[in-house]
């Protein structure tokens, strides 16, 4: 029962953090992300999809990358797993969580995707991302082959923790994070 009592204390105090920074910072954030794909795409001929998340309140928004990536999105089913589906151009709809997702065709495959780029309230240095408990990304990533495709949080620097954050044993690190001041991949 700790784990959960530290977790929730974690997620008010990171909530109330993000909720201070400004528009500039987003953006700066959003600004590195295309810094680092940039960087990654020079590399390879031919990359996949880029997965990211439709944002919330104070998230970060990369949703600009589809001017020239080809993007994914998620789609929780069922309150249970969470799949990606390519962001076409078909009206998104609600998913069971009530967050707008692509609800089209077969969902992508840990093949089709080269990163994935998730929100957090907070990651430490240790590469622990806290989000917002349903835990669906670590869901994901407990199958090895999702593992295995990068994952990077998106976050301001503010809500990067200076002590690590609770890790309960279903937690699993990320790839690495960009703030607006530091690409840690």
Aim: hydrophobic share 35%; aromatic share 10%; charged share 30%.
């Amino acid at each position: 029962m700790k784990i959960f009592e530290n977790k929730k204390l974690e997620r008010d105090k990171f909530r109330k953090l993000r909720e201070e920074i400004s528009l500039n910072q987003r953006e700066n954030v959003e600004k590195n992300v295309r810094l680092y794909i940039d960087s990654i795409v020079k590399g390879y001929k031919h990359i996949g999809y880029i997965a990211i998340y439709w944002p919330l309140k104070n998230e970060v928004d990369i949703r600009s990358l589809k001017e020239k990536f080809t993007l994914a999105l998620p789609r929780c089913k069922d309150k249970e797993e969470l799949l990606f589906y390519p962001w076409d151009e078909k009206p998104l709809t609600k998913d069971s969580e009530g967050i707008l997702s692509p609800n089209n065709s077969s969902a992508l495959s840990h093949l089709q995707i080269s990163m994935i780029f998730v929100p957090c309230l907070a990651v430490d240095k240790k590469l622990i991302r806290l989000g917002y408990g349903g835990g669906y990304f670590d869901k994901l990533r407990r199958n090895n082959d999702w593992r295995n495709v990068p994952c990077i949080g998106v976050l301001t620097s503010n809500c990067v923790s200076t002590v690590p954050l609770t890790k309960a044993e279903w937690d699993i690190p990320l790839s690495g994070f960009i703030t607006e001041k530091e690409i840690f991949v």
